[in-house]
């Protein structure tokens, strides 16, 4: 028999790794306040205490922190008697009818048979996955794809194959080679890359799916509520019909919780019936459910400038930092710096002087390519954005 060791020294020498190495993860003690948060470090922590400008969120068009919004949303929430929440599965007792609500608006707007619900972008991704495919089948995935797609194909236990980031050639070489070798196939990619800040062709991936008969699956979670008039990069490339399953999360331009699906009704029953996620866990509360719709109706398909002027924020800091190491096309302005310690100084940096900006460090991305993120929302004005180029240039 084994030696079998001991688990608290092997979990504690691995964070002490992690530790040496810049790596380790902490939970920080923070409250988000409109186009700030305000951080409340220990004295111990390299990060200063304060309020800071928060270039670090996901909500993209400041709706999580309108306060108007959010109490009008509640006056007329509680006035409808409708309740924060109900303990259930949804096959069980757990669909109220504010989720067919919203399941049948956003089948509408994108255009499709059918829309589900699931709990958070990552139940979506691991039930979607995991479900629609199995040992004799593969995915052609692009290498930057979220952990949550890559963790939904592992389950599945599919083949999974990775093509080289927004390289249509390398996926087509590799649909060419290995798609005869499987019964069913998919291609999977995000259209806008939450770490690179880039876009992916919608229209080339449909291409290559029609020729290789595989089916196309887009997560568009960071474009969801900003391109294509709110609806996202699909849409915004003339493509929604041309994709088979987009996946979309409520949790960031939206600036409320879950996710869903939209697609054909065979898909959509499918998944109801095969995902596990979604069958075997208890449903959103409705008050969230309600308020994705609420602010999917009231804000995001509204003509009222917030993408506009999150997009011209976006082109004025990145024709500031055009000499910097600068990805992607998009709000999300990643700025690489190198080693893992080199982006975490400078961001603890940044952080004492007023800007929360945070690094993203090997292993979410590759080796060496450790970068500061930063993230714009239009509750941000173009001096905020001034006064962040004069720190950053300071530091890189
Ligand atoms: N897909 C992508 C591309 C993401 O960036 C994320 C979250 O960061 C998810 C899925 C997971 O979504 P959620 O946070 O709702 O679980």
């Known amino acids: 028999m084994k030696n079998s060791g001991n688990c608290l020294e092997f979990y504690s020498e691995t964070l002490e790794a992690l530790k040496k190495n810049s790596s380790f993860r902490q939970i920080k003690n923070i409250v988000q306040d409109g186009k700030y948060?305000?951080?409340?470090?220990s004295q111990n922590s390299a990060a200063a205490s304060g309020k800071l400008?928060?270039?670090?969120?996901?909500?993209?068009?400041?709706?999580?922190?309108?306060?108007?919004?959010?109490?009008?949303f509640l006056k007329e929430y509680l006035s409808s008697g409708n309740k924060i929440s109900t303990p259930s599965a949804r096959l069980l007792c757990g669909t109220d009818s504010i989720y067919k609500e919203?399941?049948?608006?956003?089948?509408?707007?994108?255009?499709?048979?059918?829309?589900?619900?699931?709990?958070?972008?990552?139940?979506?991704?691991?039930?979607?996955?995991?479900?629609?495919?199995?040992?004799?089948?593969?995915?052609?995935?692009?290498?930057?794809?979220h952990a949550s797609i890559i963790d939904g194909?592992?389950?599945?236990?599919?083949q999974i194959i990775p093509y080289k980031h927004?390289?249509?050639?390398?996926?087509?070489?590799?649909?060419?080679?290995?798609?005869?070798?499987?019964?069913?196939?998919?291609?999977?990619?995000?259209?806008?890359?939450?770490?690179?800040?880039?876009?992916?062709d919608i229209n080339?991936?449909?291409?290559?799916?029609?020729?290789?008969?595989?089916?196309?699956?887009?997560?568009?979670?960071?474009?969801f509520g900003v391109y294509g008039d709110g609806i996202g990069i699909c849409k915004e490339q003339n493509a929604l019909h041309r994709v088979d399953l987009i996946l979309a999360t409520f949790g960031k331009a939206i600036g409320s919780y879950g996710a869903f699906v939209a697609g054909s009704e065979v898909l959509i029953n499918y998944l109801v019936n095969f995902a596990r996620s979604f069958i075997f866990s208890t449903t959103l509360p409705e008050i969230s459910v309600a308020f994705s719709l609420f602010a999917l109706r009231e804000?995001?398909?509204?003509?009222?400038?917030?993408?506009?002027?999150?997009?011209?924020?976006?082109?004025?800091?990145r024709n500031k930092l055009k000499d910097y190491n600068i990805l992607g096309e998009s709000y999300i302005l990643p700025v690489v710096l190198g080693e893992n310690?080199?982006?975490v100084q400078c961001s603890n940096k940044l952080i004492e002087n007023g800007f929360y900006v945070l690094p993203i460090r090997y292993p979410t991305v590759a080796k060496n390519t450790a970068r500061l993120r930063i993230s714009l929302n239009s509750g941000m004005d173009f001096d905020d954005a001034d006064m962040l180029f004069e720190c950053l240039k300071t530091l890189i």
């Open 37 to 41: 948060i305000i951080l409340n470090e």
């Open 53 to 72: 400008l928060n270039f670090s969120s996901n909500d993209y068009l400041g709706i999580s922190s309108d306060k108007s919004l959010r109490d009008t």
């Open 102 to 145: 919203l399941e049948d608006f956003l089948a509408k707007i994108f255009n499709k048979e059918k829309a589900l619900i699931f709990n958070s972008g990552y139940h979506g991704n691991v039930g979607v996955y995991s479900s629609l495919i199995n040992s004799d089948d593969v995915v052609f995935l692009d290498k930057l794809n």
């Open 153 to 158: 194909v592992r389950l599945s236990k599919a």
């Open 166 to 200: 927004l390289d249509y050639d390398d996926l087509r070489s590799k649909l060419t080679k290995y798609r005869k070798n499987y019964k069913k196939a998919i291609i999977s990619s995000e259209s806008l890359f939450s770490m690179d800040g880039d876009i992916a």
């Open 204 to 223: 080339k991936l449909a291409d290559l799916k029609e020729e290789f008969n595989t089916l196309l699956i887009i997560d568009e979670a960071h474009s």
């Open 299 to 317: 804000q995001i398909l509204k003509d009222n400038g917030l993408q506009k002027k999150l997009f011209s924020l976006n082109r004025y800091l």
């Open 341 to 343: 310690e080199r982006a």
